[in-house]
């Protein structure tokens, strides 16, 4: 019976002394406004992926985004109109905590992201290209908490690659979610 008792109350005090900590890991998703230097307008796509936090000023992820803008193209001398050009991106990035208070924190750091294909829309064609890019470049964004482990994220993104005379950048609101 003493053994009973005894497994019974190590078993009652585990389940109620656990730790309440967040897990390391969040998640996110949301919508990225892309444009570049020369392009005439933005172009929208979705993001989405994964935080690690390795301690309290410090962020490392990645995930997927897009880069991109609309041009006014001609070919030939013929004005071909807008073309929209979105590229698709796994990007990874390192967050530097600038400031955490309970209702807005601040951070900013590098991302890389490696462009993996082109899709230009124009006329109401759709062309794909396999071709890929890198893209590198500094960002800074906020957090605003909604309620328990939700946060809205809010940044901006600007490439320091200059190719051609262009320079990416990307605006961005997210919805976050610390585990």
């Known amino acids: 019976m003493k053994k009973t008792i005894l ?3 190590i078993i009652t005090s585990m389940s109620f002394a656990q730790d309440d900590t967040v897990s390391p890991w969040s998640a996110y998703a949301g919508i990225t406004s892309a444009s570049s230097d020369d392009s005439d307008g933005r172009t929208t796509g979705l993001s989405a992926g994964v935080g690690y936090t390795i301690n309290e000023k410090i962020t490392v992820g990645g995930g997927l985004s897009h880069r991109g803008g609309k041009l006014e193209m001609d070919m030939d001398g013929t ?3 807008n073309v929209d050009v979105k590229g698709n991106a796994i990007e990874l990035w390192m967050s530097y905590s600038l400031m955490n208070t309970d209702t807005f924190s601040l951070s900013a750091g590098p991302i890389y992201a490696h462009i993996y294909e082109f899709e230009a829309e124009f006329n109401g064609m759709s062309v794909t290209e396999s071709e890929s890019d890198n893209d590198y470049g500094i960002y800074l964004g906020s957090s605003f908490p909604i309620k328990d482990n939700m946060g809205l994220n809010i940044g ?5 690659k200059d190719e051609d005379g ?3 950048n990307n605006l961005w609101i997210e919805l976050g979610y610390q585990f």
């Open 7 to 9: 497994v019974m109350l």
């Open 79 to 81: 004005d071909i109109g």
């Open 156 to 160: 901006y993104y600007q490439g320091l």
């Open 166 to 168: 262009m320079k990416f």
